[in-house]
Structures are given as C-alpha cells and as structure tokens.
Nanobody
C-alpha cells in the first residue's frame, strides 16, 4: 500500500505564491509519473502538471509559465511551485502517482492523495 500526503496549501492573495509538496510512503518498487490535479469548486478534476521519473514534464495550458513541477526521486516527493496565483486557481489540489508495486509487477497501480486546499482571494 502507498500513501500520498500533500502539504503546503492555504490562503494566498492574488499574485502571490505557494509551494505544494507530496510525499509518497509505503512499500513499492518504483514510481513512474507523479502529477498534480486540481478540482475547483463545482467543477471536474483536471490535470495541472506531471513529471516522469526521468524528469520529463507536462503542463496544462493554465499552468504554463506560472507553475513549475519538480520531484526528488530519492525522497519520493513531488513539488508544485505556483506563482502569480489567480482567483481561478482556487481548488483542492491532489497528488497522483503511478506506482510499480514490485520488480516483477506487470501493471501499475494508481494512487491519489487526500488533497490540499488552495484559496486565492484578497
């Protein structure tokens, strides 16, 4: 079993910055992609950014130029640096990981964190 624990959410004014962290713990062989999703109030969950174990990144158009995803493989941790925050960035942010349970596993298991709330408001 794998646990993903997010931290770093909170209330920030428009134009401000926040850094989210997500640490994976438990028993597993490796993690491929780690991602951040968000779910604004009353809307569907959407991908914000993802990063592979090799460092390849992908961003939603809304995040490009303002958000930066990074990870520390040795710590099984992914970060999301969010700058120039806007009220429309208000959402619960969820961490997601594609986990390979054992060396001999032929399928990847997907895990979600419980989320951390980011509120952008003056």
């Amino acid at each position: 079993q794998v646990q993903l624990v997010e931290s770093g959410g909170g209330l920030v004014q428009p134009g401000g910055s926040l850094r989210l962290s997500c640490a994976a713990s438990g028993t597993f062989f490796s993690i491929n992609a780690m991602s951040w999703y968000r779910q604004p109030p009353g809307k569907q969950r959407e991908l914000v950014a993802s990063v592979t174990s090799g460092g390849n990144t992908n961003y939603a158009d809304s995040a490009k130029g303002r958000f930066t995803i990074s990870r520390e493989n040795a710590k099984n941790t992914v970060y999301l640096q969010m700058n120039s925050l806007k009220p429309e960035d208000t959402a619960v942010y969820y961490c997601h990981a594609d986990v390979r349970p054992t060396l001999h596993s032929t399928v990847w298991v997907l895990y979600w964190g419980k989320g951390t709330l980011v509120t952008v408001s003056s």
